[in-house]
């Protein structure tokens, strides 16, 4: 089974600020990775597939990058509406489908 | 519109069965692979099971042998029967199309497991 590791579990930023979230898999994931966002008592939603590909509907400020085992999500400048978990997920090796645990955004 | 509902969570006693349902619109349920993914109250994101396009099924270790994934074609609906509950099935279950990512998703339904 792959593990997703995500850093930092929490991160205070200000609205505007550029954003860097960091996932890790225990081997290489190829560029099978998805990236999703999850605010309070919602379903989690599609963000990056492929490493990089943002989903429809996605704005341009969410950007994913990376190959192999380190990966990154980068918001440009953070909005309001962005304040939520995100979660990193590999689709290269299943199953198990495997997410990583989680990063949250929250208001500084 | 593509999307996902899912219905039949609800406060089971442990060693209690449940079975949730999925309703698709928009898409076609045995076109696709389908799975369940589960989240426990304050935690992340758990795959628990999938049923393949082609109607072979696969199910996390923690649910197998529990846990049954099956779906309807001709009500374009996806099932997950759960026997045998514990305490640690407590969680939100979202049913979701699977290509490899999960997308789109269902607004999850809680399953409580207590006495």
């Known amino acids: 089974e792959i593990v997703m590791t995500q850093s930092p579990a929490t991160l205070s930023v200000s609205p505007g600020e550029r954003v860097t979230l960091s996932c890790r898999a225990s081997q290489s994931v190829s560029s099978n990775l998805a990236w999703y966002q999850q605010k309070p008592g919602q379903a989690p939603r599609l963000l990056i597939y492929?490493?990089?590909t943002r989903a429809t509907g996605i704005p341009a400020r969410f950007s994913g990058s990376g190959s192999g085992t380190e990966f990154t999500l980068t918001i440009s400048s953070l909005q309001s509406e962005d304040f939520a978990v995100y979660y990193c997920?590999?689709?290269?090796?299943?199953?198990?489908?495997?997410f990583g645990q989680g990063t949250k955004v929250e208001i500084k | 519109e593509v999307q996902l509902v899912e219905s039949g969570g609800g406060l089971i006693q442990p060693g209690g069965s449940l079975r949730l349902s999925c309703a698709a619109s928009?898409?076609?349920?045995?076109?696709?692979?389908m799975s369940w993914v589960r989240q426990a109250p304050g935690k992340g994101l758990e795959w628990v099971s999938i049923i393949y396009s082609g109607g072979n099924t696969n199910h996390a270790d923690s649910v197998k042998g529990r846990f049954t994934i099956s779906r309807d074609n001709s009500k374009n609906m996806l099932y997950l029967q759960m026997n045998s509950l514990r305490a640690e099935d407590t969680a939100v279950y979202y049913c979701a199309r699977n290509p490899g990512p999960f997308d789109p998703w269902g607004q999850g339904t809680l399953v409580t497991v207590s006495s």
């Open positions: 928009g898409f076609t349920v045995s076109s696709n692979h």
């Open positions: 492929g490493a990089s």
């Open positions: 997920q590999q689709y290269n090796n299943w199953p198990p489908w495997t």
